[in-house]
């Protein structure tokens, strides 16, 4: 099936609005995403801010685990560029922000569920529906906390 423009535009904006609708719940609840979202994650992403902020190198963090080589785990986010360009320009961000990011490559992964759906042909409503599942569903939902995991996988399609 050939989508129209029309209804490649309504099925964008749709998926869109839900995952907005959707991931508002957690700060308009005045609450952020929590375990290893925070305890590990933002303490990565808040030491690359620091190390960067001050013109160090954030290679090796001395805070975690009594020294950690940062550059050799790949969840750290030193090497992610999101998490780069957000450590640049806003070091101390808060924890929607950084959450804020992790939603993004959920939408991605959404975005790219629905252009894999149009490029094979699906009805709109099917895509939008593969699309939903793909970034709401229980994959997703239940690993929300671990940072590392949501960036591969929204980044998947």
Do not use: C
């Not at 991931?23 to 960067?52: E, H, I, N």
């Amino acid at each position: 099936m050939t989508w129209t423009r029309r209804e490649t535009l309504i099925a964008f904006a749709a998926v869109t609005l839900v995952w907005a609708i959707a991931l508002s719940v957690w700060p308009l609840s005045g609450l952020v995403v929590p375990w290893d979202s925070k305890t590990q994650f933002y303490a990565f992403f808040r030491f690359l801010g620091r190390a960067l902020e001050g013109g160090g190198s954030p290679i090796w963090n001395p805070y975690h685990y009594m020294g950690h080589p940062s550059v050799a785990d790949p969840q750290s986010l030193v090497l992610h560029p999101g998490f780069r360009a957000l450590a640049l320009i806003a070091p101390e961000a808060r924890l929607e922000v950084f959450d804020a990011l992790v939603y993004a490559h959920l939408l991605a992964g959404m975005l790219g569920m629905l252009a894999l759906g149009r490029h094979l042909g699906w009805h709109p409503i099917a895509a939008v529906l593969a699309a939903l599942v793909f970034g709401l569903g229980g994959s997703a939902a239940a690993r929300v906390s671990h940072t590392g995991i949501i960036l591969g996988y929204g980044l998947f399609p």
